[in-house]
T-cell receptor, first 114, second 111 residues
Framework: NAGVTQTPKFRILKIGQSMTLQCAQD?????MYWYRQDPGMGLKLIYYSVGAGITDKGEVPNGYNVSRSTTEDFPLRLELAAPSQTSVYFCASSYSTGSPGELFFGEGSRLTVL | QKEVEQNSGPLSVPEGAIASLNCTYSDRGSQSFFWYRQYSGKSPELIMF????GDKEDGRFTAQLNKASQYVSLLIRDSQPSDSATYLCAVKTSGNTPLVFGKGTRLSVIA
């Protein structure tokens, strides 16, 4: 059982480039999330999805886009990368947001924009 | 803006002592409360959750919730060097809203 799988684990981008962070889960979870974590900081929600075809903005959505065409996949698109997007990105999933609402995290993707 | 506040630390305790980690939250409608542990360079992992006032114990860990004071804490008894990590408090409000995380408290257990 793979859980939540993120690719790539590391990536260096130049300013202005674009890329997609991939996230897949095999737990048949309805809810999926993208968080970013800057050094010494907690997790900030970028986007989330409550099911296929439904996405919503989190706290810090600017500069990112998402889609959810299947239950399993929730890719995060970075357009016109900026140094401020240098961070560790975590994808997570949950069966529901009701109690207990436990999140299952991927291993993270470390992105550097130079 | 729903906020979750934690002291960033570092909190240093000697091996075998009790570590006390605290968290306050702003949304009085919050329903569920979670403690995640994150080792350096790793992803967060759930330690405990609590949604009723009072204490909840799981091994060396005890979560305490006081909704009237909007306060949740995590006690770690008999602290071990392997407990050294960042502890993230997360709060869920009503409905389908995602968890809101605090910045985390870095715990260092000194052997």
């Amino acid at each position: 059982n793979a859980g939540v799988t993120q690719t790539p684990k590391f990536r260096i981008l130049k300013i202005g480039q674009s890329m997609t962070l991939q996230c897949a889960q095999d737990m048949n979870h309805n809810y999926m999330y993208w968080y970013r974590q800057d050094p010494g900081m907690g997790l900030k929600l970028i986007y989330y999805s409550v099911g296929a075809g439904i996405t919503d903005k989190g706290e810090v959505p600017n500069g990112y886009n998402v889609s959810r065409s299947t239950t399993e996949d929730f890719p995060l698109r970075l357009e016109l990368a900026a140094p401020s997007q240098t961070s560790v990105y975590f994808c997570a999933s949950s069966y529901s947001t009701g109690s207990p609402g436990e999140l299952f995290f991927g291993e993270g993707s470390r992105l550097t924009v130079l | 803006q729903k906020e979750v506040e934690q002291n960033s630390g570092p909190l240093s305790v000697p091996e075998g002592a009790i570590a006390s980690l605290n968290c306050t939250y702003s949304d009085r409608g919050s329903q569920s409360f979670f403690w995640y542990r994150q080792y350096s360079g790793k992803s967060p992992e759930l330690i405990m959750f609590i949604y009723s006032n009072g204490d909840k114990e799981d091994g060396r860990f005890t979560a305490q919730l006081n909704k009237a004071s909007q306060y949740v804490s995590l006690l770690i008894r008999d602290s071990q060097p392997s407990d050294s990590a960042t502890y993230l408090c997360a709060v869920k409000t009503s409905g389908n809203t995602p968890l809101v995380f605090g910045k985390g408290t870095r715990l260092s257990v000194i052997a």
